[in-house]
């Protein structure tokens, strides 16, 4: 039996933990933080995006385990289209019973321990293998040995404490897509704001069926944005109002603010990221109240515990996802999960929103090697951080698919013989994965499924 150590309990590294611990594995799971969910429960982050591409189903698993278990406790409004036509299908959740979920789930696994309030802080190394990890607890440091280390952390800390090359952000001027705080407001009358919307839709980026979809999801109010800006009443680089009703009623998650040019994985930069994304909270909260139909009664229900971080590091894997793999809906050997959302670039630098407005993804296979850093045998990243370009992490950053790659690294971990995942025998982890994931012949695989 491989004891797996996993750092990061955001969606990736969960669903990597319950996974490896389903598998037969014995699992050590650390988080720095005293919460489970990572981006979707301590910044707010939702809805999830990209469980489908056009009419098929591409992220299931563990995934859909847990959107399940959210809706039994009436936590998600399930998969409905997305009324801005960004991607096939988007899955309010609401991030309070997120946590009830991962913390069940963590309940339920046997096999499986949790250490709360403990941060990686550097990997050990003997040659191709990672020999164990000191960590900061609230009793002291600790060092952790295992046979096979999951880094789940976002921003890559296990595998850039054990030296594997990575590329910070975009190569031309290593910058990273801005950083977001995410504000929860309530006694939004979205009724009227739908008035609105009809009665301009060329303020709007819309799917041409948003009508019919009886879910409110707002990307523009173009002009009002632009007057704020000339103004000076907004004061940060943004050209729409982004957001996305909740699952109560009358609750709205808005993702408008924007820092720019600042890195997760550097102390100054992350504080001043925190500090201004709290600013630019209160700006937009003014203007909404004062300039957004149907937010004249609108209340502040709380902001993120923490910023929301899009982008930081990216390891150099066996292989490196990119763009054009992205477009021509890329097949590979070694699929272990798929992602049905298209490319998807914050500006790093202004106030744009880029994406392919032409056509939804039509969903791309994602292979097990860019989870397999360069010159190590037992260690995997998985989640926002694995082996991509740029614009490549701007599609596959996305949720499920972080979820989908961590429950596949979570059972290549179980799997490996003497912790060697480059030994692994991909065919049999595409099985589990596939079992895992339910209903064979369905694309959970891309081409394998
Ligand atoms: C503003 C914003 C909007 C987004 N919008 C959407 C959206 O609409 N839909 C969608 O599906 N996705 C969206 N995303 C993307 C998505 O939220 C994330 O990319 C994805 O959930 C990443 O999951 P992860 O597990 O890889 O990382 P994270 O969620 O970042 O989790 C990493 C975990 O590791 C922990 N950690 C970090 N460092 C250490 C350490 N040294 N030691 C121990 N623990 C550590 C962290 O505390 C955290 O719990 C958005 C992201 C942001 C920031």
Redesign the pocket.
């Known amino acids: 039996m491989n004891h797996v150590i996993i750092?990061?309990?955001?969606?990736?590294?969960m669903c990597a933990a319950i996974a490896a611990a389903r598998s037969g594995a014995e699992v050590t799971l650390?988080?720095?933080?005293g919460?489970?969910?990572?981006?979707?429960t301590?910044?707010l982050?939702?809805?999830?995006?990209?469980f489908h591409a056009g009419g098929d189903q591409v992220v299931a698993g563990l995934a859909q385990e847990i959107v399940d278990r959210l809706g039994r406790r009436g936590g998600t409004l399930g998969h409905i289209p997305d009324p801005l036509g960004v991607a096939a299908s988007i899955t309010p959740i609401e991030p309070e019973i997120l946590k009830q979920v991962y913390f069940e789930l963590l309940r339920e696994t046997p096999n499986l321990s949790l250490m709360l309030h403990?941060?990686?802080l550097s990997a050990q190394r003997e040659q191709d293998r990672i020999t164990g990890i000191t960590?900061q607890t609230e009793s002291g440091r600790r060092f952790l040995s295992a046979d096979v280390f999951i880094d789940?952390?976002?921003?890559a800390?296990l595998a850039a404490s054990a030296g594997i090359p990575f590329t910070f952000g975009r190569v031309s001027d290593g910058l990273a897509q801005p950083?977001?705080m995410?504000l929860r407001i309530g006694n939004v009358d979205l009724l009227r704001v739908r008035a609105f919307m009809k009665a301009h839709p060329d303020q709007f980026v819309l799917a041409s069926n948003w009508e019919e979809i009886p879910y409110t999801a707002v990307s523009g109010f173009f002009d009002l944005v632009r007057e704020a800006r000339d103004k000076g009443i907004l004061t940060f680089p943004r050209d729409r109002v982004l957001f996305?009703e909740g699952v109560h009623p009358g609750e709205v998650m808005v993702?408008m603010s924007r820092v720019i040019q600042c890195r997760s994985t550097e102390a100054e930069e992350r504080t001043h990221a925190e500090l201004e994304g709290r600013r630019q909270a209160d700006e937009i909260l003014r203007f909404l109240r004062e300039q957004i139909v149907g937010f004249e009664q609108a209340r502040l229900v709380e902001t993120g515990m923490e910023i929301?971080?899009?982008e930081s590091r990216h390891v150099h894997g066996r292989y490196t996802l990119s763009e054009a793999d992205i477009l021509r809906a890329a097949v590979f050997e070694d699929s272990v999960a798929m992602c049905g959302?298209p490319i998807d670039i914050h500006d790093p630098q202004g106030k744009e929103l880029y994406w392919d407005e032409t056509q939804q993804s039509r969903g791309y296979d994602i292979p097990f090697r860019v989870m397999l850093p360069e010159g190590l045998r037992n260690l995997l990243v998985?989640?926002?951080?694995i082996s991509a370009t740029h614009g490549a992490a701007a599609s596959a950053?996305?949720?499920?698919t972080?979820m989908a790659l961590?429950e596949a690294a979570g059972i290549a971990a179980a799997l490996a013989e003497n912790g060697n995942l480059e030994t692994l025998d991909m065919k049999n982890l595409q099985q589990q994965l596939l079992r895992a994931r339910g209903i064979p012949g369905r694309r959970f695989l891309g081409s394998v499924g």
């Open positions: 750092a990061g309990a955001g969606a990736s590294g650390i988080e720095r933080t919460l489970l969910g990572g981006s979707n301590l910044s982050v939702c809805p999830l995006m990209g403990t941060t990686l960590v789940a952390t976002g921003d800390d950083m977001t995410v996305f993702n929301g971080i899009r959302f998985t989640g926002r951080a950053r996305i949720t499920p972080a961590g």
